[in-house]
């Protein structure tokens, strides 16, 4: 007899790659510098404050980050507050990490990603389209992460947009990391 738990397939469970994707995805703040040309053609320099906060939905299947920064001219003077909504987890099909966003400009992308150790990087998917990401974390120590954000247009080489030294929240949860 056939039943019901037989012919529907069940949700993937959530296994060993969500605990190392968590290790990346940590409550922050955030300083650092948007290089000039970083948001287009003619923008100039700026220092960036910010946070990320961070929660799993359906039962650690997904990560979902929300950041916000403040933007600012190096003279202190306040230009714009960014925000961006991040879903990132594992895609057993693909055999990769994927992330969705989408941010306060209207910008949405699917990126694909990898664990080397320590770093986590994340890519846009479409290896032709006219704008490219590619972001960064690197666990330095258990008080800091590095993050970096680099553009590629055009098919041209990735160059650095913004890098910024993210402070975890609470050092517990980063314990046993180096």
Do not use: K
């Not at 290790?23 to 948001?39: K, P």
């Not at 057993?92 to 910008?107: F, L, N, S």
């Not at 992308?109 to 490219?132: C, N, S």
Request: glycine share 10%.
């Amino acid at each position: 007899m056939t039943t019901i738990s037989d012919t529907v397939p069940a949700p993937i469970t959530p296994g060993p790659e969500m605990q190392a994707l968590a290790r990346f995805h940590r409550d922050v703040s955030w300083d650092g510098v948007i290089q000039a040309d970083g948001m287009g053609p003619g923008t100039p320099r700026m220092t960036a404050t910010g946070t990320g906060l961070h929660h799993v939905i359906q039962d650690g299947r997904w990560i979902v980050g929300d950041y916000e920064q403040d933007q600012y001219l190096l003279d202190g003077t306040f230009v714009l507050r960014w925000q961006l909504h991040w879903v990132a987890g594992w895609d057993p099909t693909a055999q990769e990490y994927r992330a969705t966003i989408a941010d306060c400009y209207g910008h949405t992308d699917v990126l694909r990603g990898r664990i080397d150790g320590d770093l986590l990087t994340f890519q846009t998917m479409d290896e032709h389209a006219p704008v490219r990401i590619r972001l960064y974390w690197h666990l330095e120590a258990a008080d800091r992460i590095i993050w970096r954000n680099e553009l590629s247009l055009n098919g041209g080489p990735f160059e650095l947009v913004e890098r910024y030294v993210c402070r975890p929240r609470d050092l517990s949860a980063m314990a046993g990391l180096p």
